[in-house]
C-alpha cells in the first residue's frame, strides 16, 4: 500500500457534527488518506452507507485500503467534490445525511517531493491535485506572463511582495526553463528583502499556496461546490467544512450565511419582496484545541465550519 501518513485534524469534532443517524448517508468529498472517513464509517451501522470521494487516485488506493474492513457499506469514486451532484447520481444516490470536506492539502501530498506542491522539498514543479490534469505549476511559472504571475501570487496568497516575485521569475527564467520547487524556492527568496524574509513563516509560503489553488481551480468552484452539496442534504442534514486559509474561509462562512438568511432584499426596501427561504441554521465554528496543534503544527491556521439543512 502507499504509505500515506496524514493526521486528521478535527475529526472528533466532524464525527460528533455530522453523525446523527448510524443507518444514513454519509460522504466525504475529500477523503485523502480517509482519516476523517474511517472515525465516519466506525460510528455507522451495516444499513449505513459512506461516500469517500477525491480526485487523487494515490488517495483512493489507500482509502479503499484502510476502509474495506469496516460494517458499514462504503462507495468510492474519483472526482471533485465541487461536482458532488453529478457524482451521486452516477452512484444512484438522491439525497445524503451528512457531508465533510476537508478543503486542505493532504500531509501526503506535502511530505510526497515528487508532487510538488511543498517548499520544504525539492522535485518537480506540478502540484496537482489530479495527476491528469493538463495544468501543472511549471506551466504556470514558465509561461504565464509577469501581470498573471503578480495577480495569481497576490490574489491567491496575499502575498505583498507579488509584483517582484513575478519579475524576478520572468527574469529567471528567461535564462532557463524553472523546472524544480527548489529553484523557485530560491527565486522567491532573491526577490523578497531580507528583512521581510526575517518576519514571518516560510518566505515561499505564500506563494505556494497561490500557485496551488491556481493549479487545482480551489477557489473558483468554490461557492458553487457548497450550494450543490447543501442541495444534497436531507432535510435536518448537516455539513461541515475544514478550511486552512482566509481566502476559501471567507467563501465558505459568506456562502453560509447567506443560506441562513430569511431575506435578500436590499436593505433599503421597506419590506421583504423576495420570497426568500432560508436553507441553513445553527451555524457555529470551531477551532482545533492546543493539543491538536502541537500533535500537528498545521491543524493551527485550521477552521471547522458547520450548518444544519432546515427541515
Not at 461516500?51 to 469496516?70: N, S
Not at 452516477?90 to 445525511?97: E, T
Not at 502540484?127 to 501581470?147: G, H, T
Not at 528567461?174 to 520547487?181: D, L, M
Request: proline residues 5%.
Amino acid at each position: 500500500m502507499i504509505e500515506f501518513h496524514h493526521v486528521s485534524i478535527l475529526a472528533q469534532a466532524c464525527t460528533d457534527w455530522l453523525i446523527q443517524d448510524p443507518n444514513g448517508i454519509y460522504v466525504d468529498g475529500t477523503v485523502g488518506g480517509a482519516g476523517h472517513a474511517r472515525q465516519l464509517a466506525e460510528r455507522l451501522q451495516p444499513g449505513g452507507t459512506l461516500v469517500a470521494i477525491d480526485r487523487d487516485p494515490d488517495a483512493l488506493a489507500v482509502a479503499a485500503e484502510r476502509l474495506r474492513d469496516l460494517p458499514c457499506q462504503v462507495k468510492i469514486i474519483r472526482g471533485n467534490h465541487q461536482q458532488m451532484g453529478e457524482l451521486l447520481d452516477r452512484l444512484g444516490i438522491l439525497a445524503v445525511d451528512g457531508i465533510l470536506l476537508d478543503l486542505g492539502v493532504s500531509s501526503f501530498q506535502l511530505d510526497t517531493a515528487e508532487r510538488g506542491f511543498s517548499y520544504m522539498h525539492d522535485g518537480p514543479l506540478d502540484m496537482r491535485m489530479n495527476p491528469e490534469d493538463p495544468l501543472d505549476a511549471a506551466r504556470i511559472v514558465n509561461e504565464y506572463s509577469e501581470k498573471e504571475l503578480a495577480e495569481i501570487i497576490f490574489s491567491y496568497g496575499e502575498e505583498r511582495w507579488a509584483k517582484r516575485i513575478a519579475q524576478f521569475i520572468v527574469q529567471k527564467r528567461a535564462e532557463k526553463p524553472i523546472a524544480t520547487t527548489g529553484e523557485l524556492v530560491e527565486i522567491i527568496k532573491q526577490a523578497i528583502p531580507a528583512a521581510a524574509r526575517r518576519e514571518g513563516p516560510h518566505p515561499a509560503k505564500r506563494t505556494f499556496q497561490a500557485l496551488r489553488i491556481a493549479v487545482n481551480g480551489e477557489l473558483a468552484g468554490l461557492e458553487k461546490g457548497l450550494l450543490a452539496a447543501v442541495e444534497r442534504l436531507k432535510p435536518g442534514g448537516r455539513i461541515a467544512v475544514i478550511t486552512f486559509h482566509s481566502l476559501e474561509d471567507r467563501i465558505v462562512k459568506k456562502t453560509f450565511q447567506n443560506l441562513a438568511k430569511k431575506c435578500i432584499c436590499p436593505p433599503n426596501l421597506p419590506i421583504c419582496t423576495c420570497q426568500h427561504q432560508a436553507v441553513l441554521k445553527k451555524l457555529s465554528w470551531q477551532a482545533p484545541s492546543e493539543a491538536e496543534v502541537e500533535a500537528n503544527p498545521r491543524a493551527r491556521s485550521a477552521k471547522l465550519r458547520m450548518a444544519e439543512k432546515i427541515s
